[in-house]
């Protein structure tokens, strides 16, 4: 599995870590993941909308892997809007939480200009180890 690295003397960060540490066998790279559905097709246009079905679809690709949330070790993010991403906040914790349980990678969130897909606002990343 994996172990949560922080310093000595430093805060504990909340919704992510600052490193892990990992061992295992098998590791699934999870290309970026955007806000539609399996079959391509947007059904929310708002940032939290988006960021849900990206993470089910993270779900999805970790679990076609035979992983769960709790096997991530590294996640990005990348949001076209800081102000929504901000504005929004405790609507993301609440759904991370909703999917993801308490599994907290090291994590960073990139403000963009733009993705590939015109309509996406979100795209997310991730890296798990088994």
Same mark, same amino acid.
């Given at each position: 599995?994996?172990?949560?690295?922080?310093?000595?003397?430093?805060?504990?960060?909340?919704?992510?870590?600052?490193?892990?540490?990992?061992?295992?066998? =098998?590791?699934?790279? $999870?290309?970026?993941?955007?806000?539609?559905?399996? =079959?391509?097709?947007?059904? $929310?246009?708002?940032?939290?909308?988006?960021?849900?079905?990206?993470? #089910?679809? %993270?779900?999805?690709? #970790?679990?076609?892997?035979?992983?769960?949330? &709790?096997?991530?070790?590294?996640?990005?993010?990348?949001?076209?809007?800081?102000?929504? /991403?901000?504005?929004?906040? =405790? &609507?993301?914790?609440?759904? /991370?939480?909703?999917?993801?349980? =308490?599994?907290?990678?090291?994590?960073?969130? %990139?403000?963009?200009?733009?993705?590939? &897909?015109?309509?996406?606002?979100?795209?997310? &990343?991730?890296?798990?180890?088994?």
């Amino acid at each position: 599995m994996h172990q949560t690295l922080l310093p000595e003397g430093w805060t504990r960060p909340r919704g992510y870590a600052n490193g892990i540490l990992a061992q295992g066998t =098998k590791h699934i790279f $999870c290309g970026g993941q955007i806000g539609w559905t399996d =079959k391509e097709v947007f059904e $929310c246009t708002d940032f939290v909308g988006q960021f849900r079905q990206a993470l #089910l679809n %993270v779900f999805a690709v #970790l679990e076609a892997g035979g992983a769960g949330p &709790e096997h991530m070790t590294r996640m990005t993010w990348y949001i076209t809007d800081r102000d929504q /991403y901000l504005a929004h906040l =405790k &609507e993301i914790g609440a759904t /991370y939480r909703d999917i993801m349980g =308490k599994n907290y990678p090291a994590m960073s969130v %990139v403000v963009v200009s733009a993705l590939v &897909e015109a309509a996406a606002l979100v795209e997310i &990343e991730v890296t798990a180890v088994l």
